[in-house]
């Protein structure tokens, strides 16, 4: 407010003055009239300096803005609103920058630090020519190529890959490549191109991943868990065990044993027999799995397959008030028939203990025929597995229940894999299926 109104006591003086200098030329008094008009003039020239040196202090702020040049330091002006504004403008805009520039240093550095090779294409909405965003070391690396801007470039260090990348159209997809690691054998790699578009903007995130590792990954963590599981059963098996031991010893080095101490020597020999028995029984359920035989194929009907299992179940749903639902189609399947029973078998056992608390108790099985396919569903109105344990539940000897084996859905896994299969697990809403699936 106070340099508008300073700008208008200027303005209010030129015009003052220039009124009096042309009242005095009117009168003839042309000296007075000069002086008067020459004033006049000064206080509008000045005017114009001050407005033009305000303007260009808020020019500059605003062009640094617009450079993201953010190595000034202006302050407010209260006599200049304009400039105020443009100031707040400035350090807002400086902050959102050093944010950025915060969360863009923080990405390189975790991409960096990666093993899987990562390589981000962008490119304007207006132009066809793609550059590279972004690259991590271990992308370099794995091409043993030098770090370009231009995409072009890469046509000729890495053709190939350069080739492979140009064929998905830089959209979603996921492809394999063979390449030469540091002059060695060659390698797989699993490749993946994601899409992502802006308004302005396209960016193309290629990952290039070692397919060993990915499977060294895989095994180790199935290995961890699996010794996870066998130390458990061990350990709850011959801890009793040892205990027992000690005081069968401890009763043997007695000169006399008094009947009291025979039934106890009796109850422990019991209780060691019970926990071998125990044990025998989980390394021949580990045995099942380790040493599946492999499929003997034949073509049976699979409805037939499916309405016998029923059959065997058929008394136990009955007692426990459970309903079967069927959508069986009529179709040969080219497989191992007790294989697909004792699966069928796995899962039906599975379905019904998960109704034992539901009010609703009902099973469906649905047979269809897709895209060469055959697909069993096997779906129950349970609660459903919880989702922190889905990952868990083919893991041989992991179950939820107090007597149960932990063996059944690894089984059922492991036969449909020597199918060249798999099962897939999904929780629904009031509900859970599985789905076995014969490629």
Known sequence: ???????????????????FG?????????????????????????????INKKIAETEKIITSIRRKDFSLFPKEDDTNELKT????????????????????????NILAKQEIGFLILNKTTTKNDWNVFFCNPAFLNILQVPKYNDWEFYKEKS???????????????????DISVKES????????????????????????????????????????????VISHELLNTLTPVNSLIQNLEYLAKQDELNKDDQDEMKGSLQIINSKSQQLLHFIDSYRQVAELPKPKKSLFNLKTTIENVLQIFGSEFKSKNIKTFLNISDINLNADEKMVERVL????????????HSEKKEISIETQYLNNRTVIKIQDSGEGINDKIQDKIFLPFFT???????????????????????????????GSVFEVWFV
């Not at 508008?4 to 220039?18: K, R």
């Not at 054998?185 to 060993?212: A, G």
């Open 345 to 356: 078998v796995n899962l039906l056992t599975n379905s019904m203990h998960a109704l034992s």
């Open 159 to 177: 053709p190939n890959f350069y080739d492979l990348i140009e064929s998905t159209n830089y959209r979603d997809s996921q492809e394999f490549i």
């Open 185 to 228: 054998s060659k390698q797989s790699f699993s490749i993946r191109t994601t899409r992502i578009e802006s308004p302005d903007q396209i960016f193309c995130v290629v990952s290039l991943e070692s397919v060993q590792k990915i499977i060294d990954k895989k095994e180790k963590l199935a290995w961890n868990n699996l010794m996870k």
């Open 22 to 50: 042309y009242d005095f030329f009117i009168v003839k008094k042309y000296i007075t009239a000069l002086l008067f008009s020459g004033i006049g003039f000064l206080f509008l020239g000045y005017s114009w300096i001050l």
């Open 400 to 430: 939820t229940r107090q007597n149960g084996s932990g063996i059944g859905l690894t089984l059922a896994k492991s036969i449909m894999e020597a199918h060249n299969g798999y099962i897939v697990y999904r929780n629904l809403e009031g």
């Open 85 to 108: 504004e443009a100031v707040k403008l400035y350090y807002q805009a400086k902050n959102e920058n050093t944010q950025l520039t915060s969360f863009k240093l923080l990405y390189e």
């Open 1 to 19: 407010m106070a340099v508008s109104f300073q700008w208008i006591i200027l303005v209010l003086l030129c015009i003052v003055f220039l009124f």
